[in-house]
């Protein structure tokens, strides 16, 4: 399709499905740029919603696209499907000229967040604007409701969904790398949409209509107060209802910008549990849902409405997000803060009811409530869910950071000033106000991290950076100050606040007093702590102070988990340098260690002595820093651990795990499966298996050991009731026989692990074993001992006559004096 002729769209959209399969991409792309070129919209239009779909795959997930989140800048079709989908490129383009011509594309209500389609099932209208006077109500009822979008916001929606659509991706292949053309994707337009300095571009497209206009608007009544959880004025409407939209020319400018970011937020965070769900539904919304039901039940002809979806208590999304989709979220909480932080200091010291149009611009004044009034909810409970139901593995890593992103956005400022150690730096005064008005952010979050912090296994390295990262950022200087002057104004009675802040006072400038001033600046704090507190937890919460008595104790619990999991990394580390200490350059032939509990210990990387060290370091660091925050007593903690320090040298390494004796052994108690998960006791694990099926080691040859095997096995069989007898004898031909036939330590090992006695006194049976034979050691020594005959003038017989009368003497001697040698 080098040269494309004018045809119908039919056959348009008809050769460019056979080209997909038949051509390579880069021919394709180059196709397309000239399809879009020179085709008017209204052909245009036909082809977008295939377009779409083969670039991003389909909404059901059958479908992949162009495998975005798979493609690596190292694939030579990176750089063509970067340019294609640049904010500036050909698809962008399309957009803007279908967008001139106010096209609509519908989307199935079933693809939306389940909170959003739980609450367009109910009859009522969801929080976000983005869906406000887009619904369509077919005549075959809600069943097949859908959702018409502009070309913007379609494409916006099918590139946010491409993340969490599940997918088929080829084995051995998963998208979790952040230099995955999607998520370059999503760095690029965000800066492009959401610009840090300067404005939002204007469109590249224009036609006779002039510039691409924003197809629906707020209205001017509406500001970016309104938006989110402060403002009752946006609770769920009746979808019946919708409002009419008035354009306001002063929108048009951010349009875009808001949608793409309110697409971003709500595809991509607004999923959480069942229980969460049921918890935000507000008095007022429920109120609304039954006022609703009672008009529908007059209604001579209601419309249909699938099984079960009449109550609330039906929504539940299985919501569990990917490290890429945490990923993804991380990169836009660290571009809004920057976003946020580019305000001009002029508008950000103004008040926020004292600016209009005249002296802020919309962009600026969108900056200013971007993170509270956008994002600050549906990321909270993003969070909580992660932190609740995240499995406890380093993988978490993404979680935590995004978490630690959030709640420090003075990294973001982007002012080039001398870098401090993170330890000395100081959060500003100016973020106080941040710090209270996302009070649950660090209160909140912080218990549930403690709560996962003591169940994790902090003897791993990866685990205890992690308790080092978040003790680290919430020690830093001024920090825990500002959290306990927002939790102060949080406690603040309501009796006080009515007693102390009359309802009319003056500014200075009115002729008030500067007291008067200051107490208006300190209710507004305590009412905009209180909101922030009562909408992401509900009017009934039960707030617990982050310095309270309670919390405290929780801590007191994780600086003695640290110190345990101090003591069991020294304690491994030891043994680890002990056992390389004994390795020898013979350990390949097996002298160094046969227990196979050293052989075979399958060691994790993680377990290493380097990875230790830093495992003792983390958790040194962590405890100094739990210190500074909650200003522990120095004194009173060193005692803490040495005392637990020395407990445990004392008798806690050499003792079993608590175990209670059970009818086939010992049976673990709870207070035991805890012993064995913080690492205080083990048991002393040994093969009690039949020795002659162990596992074949390496220092040994395989085909003797099955050959020996067999032999043994025959001579057992023929024989067994000799040996038995034998070695039943009391006299000193039992005991010789003993040595030889029968394993001297199996009653050693009968108390060491919870095994069945039975398999136990069935391995104790007395039996000839040649296994020690198929050892490279033992032959070793038998070819040395042969050679060294053969210097001596000895021949193979005489050798191995010599072999036997040598094992037969060294079996008298040690019978003999045994028991006296033991003794001494």
């Not at 020179?38 to 991003?56: G, M, N, Q, R, T």
């Not at 409970?381 to 995240?390: A, E, P, R």
């Amino acid at each position: 399709m080098a040269a494309p002729t004018l045809q119908q769209p039919s056959f348009l959209l008809a050769n460019l499905k056979a080209d997909s399969t038949t051509k390579p991409l880069l021919q394709r792309c180059q196709d397309l740029v000239k399809i879009i070129d020179d085709y008017p919209a209204k052909e245009l239009h036909l082809i977008f919603p295939w377009l779409v779909e083969s670039v991003f795959g389909s909404l059901d997930g059958i479908i992949s696209g162009w495998n975005l989140r798979l493609l690596h800048s190292r694939n030579h079709e990176y750089n063509i499907v970067m340019d294609f989908l640049n904010p500036s490129g050909p698809m962008m383009k399309l957009v803007y000229k279908l967008q001139a011509e106010e096209y609509k594309y519908e989307i199935p209500v079933n693809y939306l967040p389940g909170p959003v389609k739980a609450c367009i099932q109910e009859g009522v209208l969801p929080d976000c604007p983005l869906f406000h006077n887009k619904l369509h109500f077919p005549l075959s009822g809600v069943l097949t409701l859908n959702l018409a979008l502009n070309p913007f916001e379609y494409f916006m929606f099918s590139f946010a969904s491409c993340l969490i659509t599940p997918k088929s991706f080829p084995q051995g292949q998963h998208g979790s790398s952040t230099d995955s053309a999607y998520f370059v994707l999503v760095d690029t337009y965000l800066k492009y949409f959401l610009p840090s300095e300067g404005s939002v571009p204007p469109s590249p497209f224009s036609d006779s209509r002039g510039s691409v206009t924003a197809p629906s608007p707020r209205s001017s009544s509406v500001s970016f107060a309104g938006y989110g959880v402060h403002s009752p004025s946006l609770l769920k409407h009746h979808i019946f209802h919708q409002p009419s939209v008035n354009a306001d020319p002063a929108a048009q400018e951010i349009w875009r910008t808001e949608t793409l970011l309110q697409m971003f937020v709500e595809v991509w965070l607004h999923h959480y549990s069942l229980e969460m769900y049921q918890k935000l539904q507000s008095p007022q919304v429920k109120l609304a849902l039954l006022q609703y039901r009672l008009s529908m039940s007059s209604m001579p002809c209601q419309p249909y409405a699938p099984p079960g979806s009449g109550t609330l208590h039906t929504y539940q999304e299985p919501f569990s997000p990917t490290e890429e989709h945490v990923l993804v979220v991380r990169l836009l909480v660290k571009h809004l803060h920057a976003f946020s932080n580019s305000l001009k200091p002029e508008q950000l010291s103004s008040s926020p009811s004292a600016h209009s149009h005249a002296h802020t611009s919309p962009l600026e004044e969108f900056k200013r409530v971007v993170v509270q009034r956008f994002v600050q909810q549906k990321l909270y409970l993003f969070l909580q869910h992660c932190f609740g139901h995240w499995p406890l593995d380093a993988s978490f890593r993404a979680v935590l950071e995004t978490w630690l992103s959030y709640i420090q956005p003075w990294r973001y400022t982007g002012e080039k000033t001398n870098p401090q150690p993170d330890q000395n730096r100081t959060v500003p005064d100016k973020w106080e106000a941040f710090v209270q008005e996302n009070l649950l952010m660090f209160t909140k979050l912080f218990q549930v991290f403690l709560n996962r912090a003591v169940r994790t296994d902090l003897v791993n390295a990866k685990n205890a950076l992690m308790v080092f990262r978040v003790a680290k950022v919430f020690a830093q200087p001024n920090l825990a100050e500002m959290i306990q002057k927002g939790e102060q104004l949080f406690l603040e009675p309501e009796h006080v606040l009515h007693h102390r802040q009359p309802r009319g006072y003056l500014t200075p400038s009115q002729g008030g007093s500067y007291l008067s001033s200051r107490q208006r600046v300190v209710t507004d704090m305590v009412f905009k702590v209180k909101s922030h507190v009562y909408a992401l937890e509900g009017q009934d919460c039960q707030y617990k102070q982050m310095f309270g008595t309670e919390l405290r104790g929780a801590v007191m619990k994780l600086i003695q988990i640290i110190a345990q999991a101090r003591q069991t990394a020294k304690r491994i580390s030891d043994h680890s340098s002990e056992v390389a200490a004994n390795n020898s350059f013979l350990s390949w032939f097996g002298m160094s260690s046969s227990d196979p509990i050293n052989t075979f210990s399958g060691a994790e990387p993680e377990e290493s002595g380097e990875c230790l060290k830093k495992t003792h370091e983390f958790l040194d660091r962590a405890l100094e820093n739990l210190c500074q925050i909650f200003k522990l007593n120095q004194g009173q903690l060193t005692q803490l651990i040495s005392n637990l320090g020395s407990s445990q040298d004392d008798g806690n390494c050499k003792q079993l795990p608590d175990c209670v004796q059970g009818e086939n052994g010992l049976i673990l108690t709870d207070l035991g499966r805890r012993q064995i998960i913080s690492g205080l006791r083990r048991f002393d694990i040994h093969y009690q298996g039949d020795p002659e099926l162990q596992p074949i080691r390496s220092y040994e040859n395989a085909l003797l050991v099955r050959l020996f095997y067999r032999i043994s096995s025959l001579v057992n069989e023929r024989f067994g009731g000799h040996m038995n007898a034998l070695c039943s004898r009391p006299d000193f031909l039992g005991r010789l026989g003993r040595r030889y036939l029968a394993d001297p330590e199996s009653a050693v090992k009968l108390k060491q692990s919870p095994v069945s006695r039975r398999a136990l006194e069935r391995n104790r049976q007395p039996r000839l074993s040649l296994r020690p034979l198929a050892s490279y050691k033992t032959l070793l020594l038998l070819l040395l001992f042969y050679m060294l005959g053969a210097l001596l003038a000895f021949g193979p017989v005489s050798s191995t006559l010599l072999l036997l009368t040598g094992g037969l003497l060294y079996g008298l001697v040690v019978t003999l004096f045994g028991d006296k040698l033991k003794t001494h």
